[in-house]
């Protein structure tokens, strides 16, 4: 790929098919209900435990609100491990729609909670679910796109989540001073994606790779059943994809490097961001302005910097590498934590040092769906996927619990925000040691152990 984005004479986005562009808008659609289902708990857990808790019980909010969050992280992971594993036994077309069918029905029964369990239980659920479905939009796009643009359509896949937050921010700010029941209705709202999923059965073609690879799986299998003795990939293709992903020495590498940047990032976040909207809402209530409002605001400002972040980071990988891209975003996320949160106090640059903040915090996510599908074979494509996004949210489900609790004995943000933030640092250290994957094609078994494609293998591609 030139500098100037294209392919031969030809535009990259030129050289895509009606089928590639519809895959990406089924994969951005599911990701951005996630986005919105996400930071809709984000922005009115505050205002939910408030109605949900006893008076007595406001002091410890925060805790509580640790709590919350750490469940839904939890199923995130626990949900994003089987919706893995599921995507690449049942195919990437039946998986997308029936995670976001199941997340928008849950979502809707959020809205129903009684005490603050019940709705831990409810966003617990909702979890299972939303983990499931980013797995599945990463493969498809990763097996359908073309070499020279993978790079952009995994970015565009992984911008569906900011415009998720962008729109739950919107409604926030229209509905949130509507009463204290408002936080019920965002969640009715998230009943609407359930829509999409007839469009996707309709519109959506299953992967090629995927069939392919399940055609010699089945025939792995039958031939076991034949008392064959299986070597090679048909040893493999009979393996739980699960044990698969560990049983390669080469796969086994790149499944614990990826892991440590995955946790690095994920506690990062989880650990930090999931107090934005707390934070803002006592910066500007300490000046006498609307706290839920700036609230909003705050959220608005820092998704559209995500957004930003993550359109960028799919052009940088393509044009510089997937190496040096990541590397960077990684850096300037442990640069800019303690700037936001022990140095910005004036309420008006706080909003415009979080959509810088943004750009980076979340936009350092699209690694995961530009890289990380170009590092495993197809027939383990979504299960490694899916364990190593989500997964660390397995660990990282405390990062909130211990921000919470670190946030009510420290007395501020400012501190806990910056201790947490010091895991960016693994990230910057398991990077160099992975392979560059850019402009190469989609790894199988037997192209796993060189992932540098020839100059005449790329020129073919």
Not at 104 to 119: D, K, N, P, V
Not at 283 to 309: E, F
Request: charged content about 10%; some cysteine.
């Amino acid at each position: 790929m030139s500098s100037t984005g294209t392919t031969g004479a030809v535009a990259w986005y030129r050289s895509l098919n009606r089928t590639q562009w519809k895959a990406l808008i089924a994969s951005n659609l599911g990701w951005t209900f996630d986005g919105f289902e996400v930071f809709a708990l984000i922005l009115t857990v505050g205002a939910a435990l408030h109605q949900l808790l006893d008076p007595s019980q406001y002091k410890l909010i925060p805790a509580y609100a640790g709590a919350v969050i750490a469940i839904t992280v939890f199923g995130w992971g626990l949900g994003g491990l089987l919706g893995g594993i599921l995507a690449d036994y049942i195919g990437r077309k039946w998986s997308m729609t029936l995670t976001i069918l199941a997340y928008s029905l849950l979502t809707g029964l959020s809205a129903l909670s009684w005490s603050w369990l019940s709705f831990a239980v409810f966003r617990f659920l909702v979890g299972l679910a939303i983990g499931s479905e980013w797995a599945t939009g990463a493969s498809i796009i990763a097996e359908l796109w073309p070499d020279h643009a993978r790079g952009k359509g995994g970015a565009f896949l992984q911008c569906g989540y900011p415009i998720g937050s962008i729109i739950a921010s919107t409604v926030w700010v229209l509905i949130g001073t509507s009463g204290p029941s408002a936080w019920r209705y965002m969640y009715l709202i998230g009943v609407l994606p359930a829509l999409i999923t007839f469009w996707i059965l309709l519109n959506i073609p299953e992967s090629p790779r995927w069939e392919q690879s399940n055609q010699r799986r089945r025939a792995a299998h039958e031939l076991r059943r034949q008392g064959a003795a299986l070597r090679g990939e048909d040893a493999a293709m009979v393996r739980f994809t699960l044990v698969d992903m560990f049983a390669e020495p080469a796969v086994r590498m790149r499944l614990i490097l990826t892991f440590v940047m995955s946790l690095s990032v994920t506690i990062g976040y989880w650990g930090v961001s999931t107090f934005v909207p707390s934070y803002v809402g006592s910066v500007a209530a300490g000046v006498g302005l609307a706290a839920q409002r700036w609230v909003g605001l705050a959220g608005l400002v820092q998704n559209i910097g995500a957004l930003c972040g993550f359109f960028c980071f799919g052009f940088l990988a393509d044009m510089l590498g997937r190496k040096p891209t990541t590397f960077f975003y990684y850096l300037l996320c442990l640069i800019l934590t303690p700037i936001v949160y022990l140095w910005v106090k004036e309420i008006h640059l706080l909003l415009l040092v979080f959509a810088v903040y943004g750009f980076f915090i979340q936009g350092v996510f699209s690694w995961t769906a530009v890289w990380l599908p170009e590092l495993f074979p197809t027939r383990m494509r979504a299960t490694a996927a899916g364990f190593i996004f989500n997964t660390p949210r397995l660990i990282s489900a405390i990062a909130p619990l211990i921000a919470g609790s670190l946030i009510v004995g420290l007395g501020g943000y400012g501190k806990t925000a910056s201790i947490i933030g010091m895991f960016y640092i693994l990230g910057l250290i398991a990077v160099p040691f992975l392979p560059e994957t850019k402009g190469t094609p989609l790894p199988e078994a037997d192209t796993l152990a060189e992932p540098q494609a020839s100059g005449l293998q790329q020129k073919t591609a």
